[in-house]
């Protein structure tokens, strides 16, 4: 159970609040890099190809360093959003009464509702913003082939691809690219939502302010860092900062598997964490 009007005044004063300001601003900056890079550093290697607005946009175009930048910072820009809506209410004064009124129980699971909402819509921002952008500069969608092998079998390295064809996007590509699009912006809204969540859960045994935002990006990074640490006894691709940016393919069968495997992880972790948390904070406060 949640209290929706509690809900509705933390997504409210959060989306009006200047995290938001900065996060929209943290994008904008996202798009300029990701367009300078690949418009006037030298990544794109051959400019001629069919008119596309994606060749524009983080995460489905191999040129430019956005997407990158974007995938490290996602779970910062999240928790900054969505991870700190506990926090503010009890840093305000106000989580005391809110607590005779509700009870802990509400108060928490509306927070992480509204947690989640905010973080999607934060982590979201900067991939949103970027097709708006490129859309309106560049109204085209055509289909880029990702085949880069000729019948020879030799590969055609002047040829440019959008998305590779041994992505784990590229059939849905093929498919139907509004539906690739989607699909991709709905798994980077709930892996942001995840994010914020854990923030808004560690918030409840934090005293400092912002300390909570920056838990998603360490642990994140802890993550990604793993496959170094144990030399590759942990993949590569159970990063989201590696299956959440498909235009480069390069994955055969069994790194389509480890793919997949670490979508799944990056949906359980964060919520057995998140409901660890919360789950310890409730016991410990009956106790």
Known sequence: MINTS?????????????????????SIALFLIQYST?????????????LTFLSDVMLFSCDGTGSGLYLFILPFLAALVGGSVAAIERHSRR?????????????MNTSLASGFVLGGIGGLSPLLINLVIAAIMNPHMNFINGDVVDATGLVDGSK??????DSWLYPLYRFNQPLAILTVMLMVFILSGLFADIAVAASFF????????????????????????TNFLVPDQWSHVIFLFPAPGGADSRQLVQIFVGMALSVCL???????????????DVS
Do not use: D, N
């Open 38 to 50: 690949t418009h006037y550093a030298g990544f794109r290697l051959a400019p001629g190809h069919e």
């Open 95 to 107: 989580m005391s009464g809110m607590l005779g009124r509700e009870g802990r129980g509400k108060i």
């Open 6 to 26: 509690l809900a509705k005044a933390q997504i409210s004063r959060s989306l009006t609040s200047l995290r938001m300001v900065s996060v929209i601003a943290m």
């Open 206 to 229: 934090t005293t400092h302010r912002y300390v909570e935002v920056l838990i998603p990006f360490v642990l994140s990074m802890l993550w990604w860092m793993l496959p170094g640490i």
């Open 270 to 284: 964060p919520v057995v964490i998140s409901a660890s948390l919360v789950a310890f904070k409730r016991s410990r």
């Open 160 to 165: 440019y691809v959008l998305i590779y064809s």
